[in-house]
């Protein structure tokens, strides 16, 4: 890490600028695969801080019922807590209606200020589809993109010029919320694929089960 952070508050200590990365998913629920995820980009960009963002209501994933919102928000919160560079924000879940990341990027460029360098983390997949998304272009202008690949996967980022994202080479953990609340409901575990307080919280709260 080149550049120093001083304390918990991210307050910069040295002349350039934050660099700021954001994690954003519906997180339901976060897993490890989000958190190496997260740890990577860090490690590789020299990220002072990851936000993750869960998300209010997806306008992509409006078929289906996610868990309360403060349900994802506190998991997240527990899932993060133990990292210091790690945090959770509510920014998104608080703003009512469907979420889009250019109100969040909006949000968050006024929040950090111009100096900041913010990088949103996504799957490759998910940034493959940039131009489906609400104002693309001016979400460019906010924010660079940095796209998690698999090693042997290709991906096609037809929509981007190449200066506006980076490609990152994640480790490949197969686990998916999806696979996790089938999991649940089906009684199986889900201990090592999530947090352990992220699994006592989805006991405790009765989460997945139907
Ligand atoms: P679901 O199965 O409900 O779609 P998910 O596991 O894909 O959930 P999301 O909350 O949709 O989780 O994903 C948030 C972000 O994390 C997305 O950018 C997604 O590409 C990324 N992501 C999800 N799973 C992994 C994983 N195993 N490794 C790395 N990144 C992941
Ligand atoms: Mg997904």
């Known amino acids: 890490m080149s550049e120093q952070v001083s304390g918990h508050s991210g307050v910069r200590a040295g002349p350039s600028a934050r660099r700021i990365g954001v994690m954003g998913g519906t997180f339901d629920p976060v897993h490890h695969g989000h958190l190496a995820a997260a740890n ?17 209501q997806p306008w992509q994933k409006s078929e289906r019922k996610l868990a309360a919102a403060e ?59 940039l131009d489906t998304w609400r104002d693309p272009q001016e979400l460019l202008t906010l924010v660079r993109f940095i796209g ?30 999806t696979v996790l609340r089938a999991r649940v409901k089906a009684g199986l575990p889900i201990s090592y694929l999530v947090p352990e307080g992220v699994v006592q919280y989805i006991a405790k709260r009765g989460l997945y089960r139907d």
Do not use: K, W
């Open 148 to 177: 998690l690949t698999r090693r042997g996967h290709q991906i096609a980022v037809n929509s981007l010029d190449a200066g506006q994202f980076s490609l990152l080479e994640m480790p490949a953990l197969e686990i998916s919320s």
């Open 71 to 129: 349900d994802r928000y506190l998991m997240t919160a527990i899932a993060t807590a133990s990292n210091p560079r790690f945090s959770v924000s509510r920014i998104e879940i608080d703003r009512p209606g469907d979420t889009y990341s250019i109100d969040t990027a909006r949000a968050l460029r006024s929040a950090f200020g111009a100096d900041a360098e913010i990088f949103f983390i996504v799957g490759a997949d998910a940034l493959s589809r």
């Open 40 to 56: 990577e980009a860090g490690h590789a960009f020299g990220l002072d801080e990851v936000v993750f963002v869960p998300a209010g």
